[in-house]
């Protein structure tokens, strides 16, 4: 099931300010890549059927801007609470045992991405040595959308995390 606008756990529309913006931007700048991504791959078909050859390293680019659209799109629907879930389970319980069960998930998926942070200190200066055989792009700014993105993914999870914890002790009124 997906969660929609409204239906993150929190039970509430992310905040609409100018971080609210900045994520929504990057849901276009995941549509942008996601448009230079069909084009280069069009071009690629187009080049090939024609018997031509475009350019070296075309063939590259959609494969080095995916991460890059899978990082950034993750991170936008984390933030609009758009992701998949299951939780058949979670509604079997009551209030407070799904907010206990969104405190677990939130926190365990909060450490996986400080995790990839973490190896990416390592990952990302080394891969800079590393050029891509058409392009001739060093890899780090390919791999540099792992920490970017866990980063991103992370600000989002965070403040669903305050709303559910903030869900385990309801204000009565």
Known sequence: MAHGHGDGGSGEDPPPGLLGRAYEGLGHLGGLILAV???????????????ATVMDGLEEVPRYLFIWLVM??????????EHTVLDYFVKLLGPRGQAIARIVS????????????????????????QTSAGLGLPLGYVFVAVPIGSVLIIVPMIRQLVGAVRALWPKHS
């Open 106 to 129: 939130l926190s365990a998926c909060i450490g996986v991405f400080v995790y990839l942070i973490q190896l990416s200190w390592t990952l990302v200066p080394n891969a800079q040595y």
């Open 37 to 51: 991504m069909t084009v280069s791959v069009f071009v690629q078909v187009v080049a090939r059927y024609a018997g």
């Open 72 to 81: 950034i799109g993750a991170a936008a629907a984390m933030w609009r609470n």
